[in-house]
């Protein structure tokens, strides 16, 4: 691991890397190799999670071809160092910029669940910003992470790209490594000891780390279109999504209302067996296949319930009348278990949901802005959606990623570009004019520190009262 990131260091210190046509060049390699080798891809994330193409496709393989194609159109002025203006007694003397610089080595860790995609996304981040990189896939999607290192080196120098694979022993001895950043994608508990390591060496960190993201339902929502966003944003993947809704909260009567419309959609995406149906994945392995048939309480499901440990498959299952003791709320479900509790009102919800630690998605079903303003204001979460859910991450204008326990740091578009580089400070002037600054060299006096506060202080505006 010493000599890989070694050898990247080294190649950083050629200073390529910085280059606009070298970043230029990593982004439509890759984009080349998805183009060139999308079967292939495809292939692996089916036997790896048994993903529907469409959700391969649409949710991994475009979502990384659009943030290259949106970087492109945009890289050339991100890169170039920004201009801004100091206060109105310094311009005639100062010019002061932000230059965006390369961090250096990068280690990126991606998740399962979106082996692609969530590999990809950040390495096209940290390539576009000037950086080399270390990738560490996933150990539990093999397939997915064979393809990635034996395709990577064919279209990106191994001198600047290096893919690392391996499990818990490998990544150990990644972030034993000093590295410039780091970037994590998976649960909590890993997130702190890569927090831990990074610490040793003072490098900064994102982490992205999931949590239970609430969904509101309000009485006035359009309860077919609710069932049917609700239900597509849960179920794809099998339920294994960061950002899918992960429990629900809404009024008795809502609940009750709904159920009819979410028989139906099921019936419109699965038909008659979802088990049969080539539109639902399935759980990663069986030990992930345990943990979520422990959550459900099968006396308190009103849709689905049924598994099959051969096929590692856990259908679509909706869980009525659940308490925020009962198991199914103890941790992210991150799987296809969609548990209710009911409220009163739309203050008892936001009080529940402020009472938890902060999501990293909230998602609120209503037809009344006022439910809109009330959630936005007196709720805090990495993303909020109104009236859908999960599109947010193909939004290259937004920032992606979580507060407090569902992350640190976020990423896509301009926000990779600010996450992977070091925001450099630059002032200029020139050896001219120094006796217009006179005033701050000693000896002092009261008339010099007079003047050095007039020249250093911002200007009161006289439409502020």
């Known amino acids: ?60 393989i475009s979502l990384i071809k659009n943030g290259i194609v949106h970087c492109l159109k945009n890289l050339k002025t991100w890169v170039q160092p920004q201009k801004v203006n100091p206060i109105f007694q310094a311009r005639a003397v100062y010019s002061t910029y932000i230059q965006y610089q390369p961090l250096g080595v ?4 991606g998740a399962w669940n979106y082996p692609l995609m969530l590999t990809l996304v950040p390495l096209v981040g940290a390539l576009a910003s000037g950086n080399c990189a270390v990738v560490k896939p996933s150990e539990l999607s093999p397939n997915t992470a064979k393809v990635l290192e034996k395709l990577l080196p064919k279209y990106i120098d191994s001198d600047f790209v290096r893919v690392v694979n391996g499990g818990v022993p490998e990544t150990t001895k990644l972030l034993e490594q000093k590295f410039d950043h780091i ?174 630690d902060k999501p990293l998605a909230l998602y609120v079903f209503a037809n009344d802005d006022k439910i809109y303003e009330d959630f936005q204001n007196n709720t805090t979460s990495g993303s909020f959606g109104y009236n859908d859910v999960l599109v947010q991450v193909g939004f290259e204008c937004v920032p992606f990623g979580g507060v407090g326990e569902s992350g640190i740091g976020n990423y896509h578009g301009k926000f990779s570009i600010d996450t992977f580089s070091h925001q450099r400070a630059v ?39």
């Not at 990068?106 to 860790?109: A, P, S």
């Not at 217009?436 to 506060?453: C, D, G, Q, V």
Request: one cysteine or more; hydrophobic letters at 40%; proline letters at 4%.
């Open 1 to 60: 691991m010493e000599v890989i990131v070694n050898t990247l260091r080294k190649s950083f210190a050629t200073n390529l890397t910085k280059s606009y046509e070298w970043r230029s060049a990593q982004l439509l390699a890759i984009e080349k190799l998805l183009d060139e080798n999308q079967t292939e891809l495809l292939d692996a994330l089916k036997q790896d999670l048994n993903k529907p193409n469409q959700e391969s496709i649409v949710l991994e």
């Open 106 to 109: 990068c280690l990126i860790i």
């Open 183 to 356: 970037f994590y994608t998976g649960n909590g508990t890993v997130g702190r000891i890569v927090m831990q390591a990074a610490a040793k060496h003072m490098t900064p960190v994102v982490l992205e780390c999931g949590g239970k993201s609430p969904v509101y339902i309000d009485e006035t929502a359009d309860l077919l279109v609710t069932a049917k966003r609700l239900a597509w944003g849960k179920f794809a993947n099998a339920g294994q999504t960061c950002i899918a809704p992960d429990y629900i909260l809404c009024t008795k009567e809502t609940q009750e209302k709904i159920l009819p419309f979410l028989k139906q959609v099921f019936e419109e995406f699965y038909g008659d067996s979802v088990k049969k149906s080539d539109s639902y994945a399935r759980i990663v392995n069986e030990r992930h296949f345990d943990r979520i048939l422990n959550l459900i309480d099968q006396s308190k499901v009103v849709v689905g319930g049924e598994s099959d440990k051969s096929q590692k498959f856990i259908a679509p299952t909706v869980m009525f009348n659940v308490t925020p003791e009962d198991k199914v709320m103890s941790e992210e479900i991150f799987g296809p278990v969609l548990p209710f509790i009911t409220v009163n009102n739309r203050q008892e919800a936001i009080d529940f949901i402020n009472s938890r």
């Open 427 to 465: 002032l200029k002037t020139s050896f001219f004019g120094d006796s217009l600054s006179y005033f701050r060299y000693p000896p002092y006096s009261e008339s010099k520190t007079n003047k050095a506060i007039w020249a250093s202080s911002e200007f009161k505006s006289c439409n502020i009262l």
